[in-house]
């Protein structure tokens, strides 16, 4: 029997990697029973995907733009690379 | 696609790449510096080949820049290292007591269904991420990342899988706690 410490670290790590068949079957047979960490299963699910949203939306957001000073700074940079990697044979 | 110069990736996917490392480093110098060892990395490479779109293989070389980053941060800053987060056990432990039971059990709280909920939701959620150390929401923000090729990027982090599984839960525990505490308050 999984205690719930236990059963809360493999609904975490459920979602960095692929349980093994044992851990699957007794993770389910916890939530069965457990209505604090059948919970916590789906709050971390809520999270992670509100967050991976997050990450995607985040970059799609066309209002956040590269500062020119970056901008101008990247280019001198990026001249001067072409420049050398013209050197080298 | 192919014939594209180096300022063309600039003008062209700049902002994007910009966008896609501030969201995970959550530094705006530290998102300028991964975007042109990006493109200074693509110049020197010249393996683009077509085969894929540009942002794609910039995104990807991007990626490791991150990674880079993140690991010369932790070799500057070592009050901050790693290894020292996760001997940090009890952060952890206070959520159970010693047979394993939950100390304070997780209390039901609605999931944000409409699109103003879920916007609220996501301001409470940064603020959260925010009071985590900052070595572990860059981690947790890096999932995906992780995801990619998990046993390179755990090598070059200098972290055993293991470690970051613990970390990432180490993460998740403080984050679901703080979002009790203040999501159920709205």
């Keep these: 029997m999984l205690t719930c410490k236990q059963a809360s670290e493999l609904v975490s790590q459920s979602l960095d990697r692929s349980l093994t068949r044992g851990e699957r079957w007794s993770l389910r047979f916890h939530l069965l029973i457990c209505v604090a960490c059948a919970r916590f299963n789906r709050q971390l699910a809520s999270i992670q995907a509100v967050i991976d949203k997050w990450l995607s939306d985040a970059a799609q957001n066309e209002d956040l733009q590269l500062p020119l000073q970056a901008k101008l700074r990247m280019s001198r940079a990026l001249e001067s690379e072409i420049a050398a990697s013209r050197r080298r044979p | 696609m192919s014939n594209q110069t180096p300022h063309d990736w600039l003008n062209e996917h700049g902002d994007y790449l910009y966008r896609f490392a501030l969201v995970r480093l959550r530094d705006t110098h530290l998102a300028e510096d991964a975007v042109q060892e990006t493109l200074l990395a693509a110049i020197q490479s010249r393996s683009y080949e077509g085969k894929s779109a540009p942002r794609t293989w910039l995104t990807g070389i991007l990626k490791h820049k991150i990674i880079d980053l993140i690991r010369k941060q932790s070799r500057e800053k070592p009050s901050e290292d790693l290894s020292q987060t996760v001997a940090d056990e009890g952060a952890v432990n206070e959520f159970f007591d ?77 984050l679901r706690k703080c979002l009790e505490l203040h999501w159920l308050e709205t």
Excluded at chain 2, 147 to 160: G, M, P, R, T
């Design chain 2, 98 to 174: 010693e047979s394993g039971h939950w100390a304070d059990k997780p209390q039901a709280w609605a999931a944000p269904d409409d699109e103003l909920e879920q916007k609220q939701f996501l301001v409470i959620l940064q603020g959260c991420m925010d009071r985590l150390p900052k070595k572990l929401s860059r981690l947790f923000l890096m999932r995906e990342i992780l995801e990619d090729d998990n046993q390179a990027i755990c090598k070059e982090l200098d972290i055993s899988p293991t470690n970051a599984w613990v970390m990432l839960y180490r993460a998740r525990m403080g």
